[in-house]
């Protein structure tokens, strides 16, 4: 099966995924040619895949639809400004990523808990048609959780959300992690 067809299947799953309480893609407007808003500028097929908790909360997507129509992601959140200090660690631009989500729909509510079995549904029904072969970066404990239940080698690195660390430090460990995979 070709990358591209691999691809195909894991966007038909992203969209075929549901659970009661959380919104999907499609119910905020955002159903697309890709898995996660965020592969519009972060798709590379053959690159690094990062691993994250997941894409964003609802309100969130609602309150910054014009900016995540375009590029999929919101630049000045911790979270993108840390990915921007590893791409320049790396020399690497996002187009040379490829970042998903391990839960595959909108939580309800910005820092929202996903209980580990929604996370692990989501990578069964979703997540695991991504890999494509790449030994994942697990951004944050919620994703190395998930991977390792399913045994699925990774390198563990902070999240760039976490409140530990300075962006710096988050960056670094990252850039590590990525050229550990």
Not at 22 to 39: F, H, K, N, T
Not at 49 to 71: E, G, I, T, Y
Not at 112 to 136: D, F, K, N, Y
Not at 167 to 174: G, M, T
Request: net charge positive.
């Amino acid at each position: 099966m070709s990358l591209a067809s691999s691809y195909a299947q894991a966007i038909a799953a992203r969209r075929a995924f549901q659970l009661p309480g959380y919104p999907s893609l499609a119910d905020e407007g955002y159903d697309g040619d890709y898995v996660s808003p965020i592969q519009m500028t972060s798709g590379s097929l053959t690159g690094p895949m990062l691993v994250s908790k997941d894409w964003l909360d609802a309100p969130s997507a609602r309150r910054h639809r014009d900016v995540l129509m375009k590029q999929g992601y919101l630049p000045e959140n911790p979270f993108n400004r840390v990915i921007d200090k590893v791409l320049k660690l790396l020399g690497l631009s996002r187009s040379d990523l490829y970042i998903t989500p391990v839960f595959h729909l909108l939580t309800p509510q910005r820092s929202s808990t996903i209980p580990p079995a929604h996370a692990r549904a989501s990578w069964e029904a979703v997540g695991q048609h991504e890999r494509l072969g790449r030994r994942p970066i697990a951004l944050g404990h919620d994703s190395a959780r998930v991977l390792k239940h399913f045994g699925v080698p990774h390198v563990q690195a902070p999240h760039p959300s976490a409140r530990t660390g300075t962006f710096d430090e988050k960056a670094a460990r990252i850039a590590e992690a990525v050229r550990a995979a």
